[in-house]
Nanobody, 121 residues
Framework: QVHLVESGGGLVQTGGSLRLSCAASGRSFSSIDSGWFRQAPGKEREFVAAIFWNGTRTYYADSVKGRFTISRDNAENTVYLQMNSLKPEDAAQYYC??????????????WGQGTQVTVSS
C-alpha cells in the first residue's frame, strides 16, 4: 500500500505561483511512477503531469506545458508540482496519484485526498 498526502494548495492571484507537494508512505514509493491530476467543479478529473519513478522522464498536459514542472525527491518520498503563471482556469482540486505515467485516472492505483488551488483574477 502507498499512502499519499498533498499539501501546498491555496489562494493565489493570476500570474502567481504555487508549489504542491505529495508526501508518500508505505511500500517503496521511489520505485513507483507518479502523477498529478486536477478536477474542477462539474468537470472530469484531468491529467496534469506525470514522472517516471526515477525522474528521468516527465509528461505534461498541453494546457500546463511550459508553466508547470513535476519533480520528485525519492530520498524524501515526495513528488512536487511547481506551478507558475497561474491562470483562473487552473483553479481546481489537485490530486497526487501513483502507479502509472498515463493520462487516464484509471491507470493509477493510489490517490491522495487532494489539495485546493484557487486563482483569483
Amino acid at each position: 500500500q502507498v499512502h499519499l498526502v498533498e499539501s501546498g494548495g491555496g489562494l493565489v492571484q493570476t500570474g502567481g505561483s504555487l508549489r504542491l507537494s505529495c508526501a508518500a508512505s508505505g511500500r517503496s514509493f521511489s520505485s513507483i511512477d507518479s502523477g498529478w491530476f486536477r478536477q474542477a467543479p462539474g468537470k472530469e478529473r484531468e491529467f496534469v503531469a506525470a514522472i517516471f519513478w526515477n525522474g528521468t522522464r516527465t509528461y505534461y498536459a498541453d494546457s500546463v506545458k511550459g508553466r508547470f514542472t513535476i519533480s520528485r525527491d525519492n530520498a524524501e518520498n515526495t513528488v512536487y508540482l511547481q506551478m507558475n503563471s497561474l491562470k483562473p482556469e487552473d483553479a481546481a482540486q489537485y490530486y497526487c496519484a501513483a502507479g502509472s505515467t498515463g493520462t487516464d485516472p484509471r491507470d493509477y492505483k493510489y490517490w491522495g485526498q487532494g489539495t485546493q488551488v484557487t486563482v483569483s483574477s
